[in-house]
């Protein structure tokens, strides 16, 4: 199956995006987990309203999605999104994150919005 190559102004906005560590971080957790807003302010120690900022940019150009789960919303990334295989060549460089959430699990503080 060939590729469509992306856009140069759609990639160096995708690039804009994940330029951000924070960012980036939370798509290479997504990668091959849901995760929760609360995981993400324990993993990144910062405030709940930052963290819903950063989903927000994700979510509003489709790299992110949310599913609500009672009064919970959980985020996946969006492996639908017309910029996933471009996003998808970038986290393959990129080294695992899933250790974070397993300090989480280990500190009991995994899903703790549940």
């Known amino acids: 199956m060939l590729q469509t190559a992306i856009e140069m102004d759609k990639a160096a906005m995708v690039l804009k995006l994940l330029g951000d560590k924070t960012r980036l971080?939370?798509?290479?957790?997504?990668?091959?987990?849901?995760?929760?807003?609360c995981e993400f302010v324990e993993i990144f120690q910062v405030s709940q309203p930052s963290i819903s900022q950063h989903l927000r940019k994700l979510r509003d150009v489709g790299l992110v999605k949310e599913e609500?789960?009672?009064?919970?919303?959980f985020y996946s990334l969006n492996k639908q999104n017309e910029h996933f295989p471009f996003v998808e060549q970038?986290?393959?460089?990129?080294?695992?994150?899933?250790?974070k959430l397993k300090e989480l699990e280990e500190k009991g503080t995994r899903i703790t919005c549940c």
Request: net charge neutral; hydrophobic share 40%.
């Open 25 to 37: 971080t939370m798509v290479k957790l997504l990668e091959k987990n849901e995760c929760c807003v």
């Open 90 to 99: 970038l986290l393959l460089q990129l080294p695992d994150q899933d250790f």
């Open 68 to 73: 609500r789960k009672g009064q919970w919303i």
